[in-house]
């Protein structure tokens, strides 16, 4: 039987004043939760060791259907802000924050510019990958900071310095592939993926888009949607289709083998994988889904 939320509460009185009795210090840090590894990772490096950050999904999650456990709760219950996404991304996220009584959280997705979902059942409303646009980045980034001054004012200082150098990073890490691609002819840059979840990305590098299903809580995989991307393949010629790390790659499988066209390997969005794996931080997701991007164009470009 599920623990009334009043107990799951008390579960973290009796270990939250064994950490400030045993550690001042790090008790009085800002405690953030963040609802996905990839806002983790930008709140920390924009944090630095002034505030510590967690996320309430686990790397290599799928995240707009997930079902908090009770483990989260109590987590979240610790925390002294929780940020999140916006834009219908967490379908969850307003339940969640409800079992949790008064606990800020700030949006970071506000301020950019959404692009709209252009099929499906949430046709017209905001895509909610915006995190992967490098100009929507940037005003994550600045969000993030204001929430951890608002909240820390005695560490505004530092945010702000680390926000700076954070955002240098990601210029310096995405602007070369953006140039490489901006190489490849105009009507062979075509990215093809199953979920719509690089729209931004597109938009930056001047690319044109197709996908199987608009977003992951939608339908996935079916047949009309296989046959639509594989007559999109045939009549622009694209030599290359992807799909993201989190969702079964069979579909876009399927339109490379009808199509002849080549399975460029797996693109990054939604979540980070663990400290091993082959994105580790969301520096590493841009970088490694930019890179496949770029590497599968370029065969095309060079044949």
Known sequence: MPLPRAALLALTLAPTLALSAASPALADRLKVVTTFTVLADMAQNVAGDAADVVSITKPGAEIHGYEPTPRDIVRAAKSDLILYNGLGLELWFDQF??????????TLSTGIDPIP??????????????????????????????????????????????????????????EPLRARVAKIPAAQRWLVTCEGAFSYLARDFAMQELYLWPMNADQVGTPQQVRAVIDGVRAHDIPVVFCESTVNTSPAEQVARETGARFGGVLYVDSLSGPEGPVPSYLDLLRATAQTIADGLDAKATN
Do not use: F, R
């Open 117 to 174: 979902v252009a099929l499906g059942a949430y046709e017209g409303k905001p895509n909610p990958h915006a995190w992967m646009g490098l100009s929507n980045a940037q005003v994550y980034v600045d969000n993030i900071a204001a929430a951890l001054s608002a909240h820390d004012p005695d560490n505004a200082a530092t945010y702000a310095a680390n926000a700076t150098a954070y955002k240098q990073q990601l210029t310096d890490t995405i």
């Open 97 to 106: 924050i409800a079992n949790l009584g008064i606990i800020p959280s700030e």
